[in-house]
């Protein structure tokens, strides 16, 4: 079988999904070791037997549901390649809004970065790697996930300017920061099940449930971050789709000024927040 055979193949077993030629390119790339694009013009390549028979395998996964990024181990998240695993949540697009709005809105003079729920720290390594001066700490209450985030924080190069915490969320913290930085768990219980079965069936409940109406974490988030910021610091939280009213008013309720960033999509997907 040829490169080409492989991937008429695989696109042709994923065709269910929105883009099957481009996932079987990637899924090919990944058990040949390669880049994506070295195989435009390597068509008439034969495919050896190991690659044949993960590339077979990774197939056999994505067609059962399995996220991409799960079989290939990463995902890119502000042009930074990450490692990924189960026990976290896979980085989002609609997560770099976050970083646009921190880039928009925090202190030119930012020096202490907090990332709240780091998962694979994508925010964290984002937000050092667009303020080149500033320090970051990632908490995350699984262990495993700040492992992640530490591996990855070495993985780009910005190990000597991060440092990370297993806790729950800022529980043991008494220091202050110019950029507070959280995607919380912000899905109501109830719609859990009801997700594409790629996040309801391999994305960790802990990292998605944010209790029956969606808002647990803001309430135990808000009433902390006064504390946490310096002088002029700024704090900017992930929010779901229609949340923005609700999550505005905790917010209010904590002493703050909200605002909001769109993202792609035009849903209110940033929450900054100021000190009234």
């Known amino acids: 079988m040829t490169a080409g055979e492989a991937l008429a193949h695989g696109a042709a077993r994923l065709a269910h999904l929105p883009e099957p030629r481009r996932e079987a390119r990637l899924l090919l790339a990944h058990a040949l070791g390669v880049t994506p694009a070295a195989l435009f013009g390597g068509a008439d390549l034969p495919l050896p037997p190991d690659a044949a028979a993960a590339f077979a395998a990774g197939l056999a996964r994505r067609a059962a549901g399995t996220p991409l990024a799960l079989i290939t181990g990463s995902r890119e998240f502000w042009s930074l390649d990450l490692l990924v695993s189960p026990v976290t949540l896979i980085p989002r697009a609609d997560s770099e809004t976050l970083i646009e709005a921190a880039l928009a809105t925090a202190p030119a003079s930012t020096g ?23 320090w970051g700490l990632g908490i995350d209450r699984v262990p495993a996930a700040a492992a992640l985030a530490r591996a990855n924080a070495a993985r780009t190069g910005l190990a000597g300017r991060a440092a990370f915490l297993c806790a729950d969320w800022a529980a043991p913290l008494a220091g202050r920061f110019d950029l507070i930085l959280s995607n919380p768990p912000y899905i109501e219980t109830a719609a859990i099940p009801g997700l594409m079965p790629e996040v309801a069936r391999h994305e960790p409940a802990s990292a998605l449930d944010g209790g029956a109406d969606g808002l647990a974490a803001y309430r135990a988030l808000l009433p902390a971050l006064p504390g946490l910021l310096a002088p002029g610091g700024i704090a900017i939280l992930e929010l779901g789709a229609g949340q923005a009213p609700a999550v505005a008013g905790l917010a209010e309720a904590a002493g703050f000024l909200p605002s909001f960033r769109a993202d792609l999509a035009g849903i209110e997907r940033a929450l900054i927040l100021r000190p009234g």
């Open 112 to 134: 202490r970065i907090l990332d709240l729920g780091t998962g694979t720290g994508c925010l964290l390594l984002a937000a050092l790697s667009e303020f080149p001066s500033a």
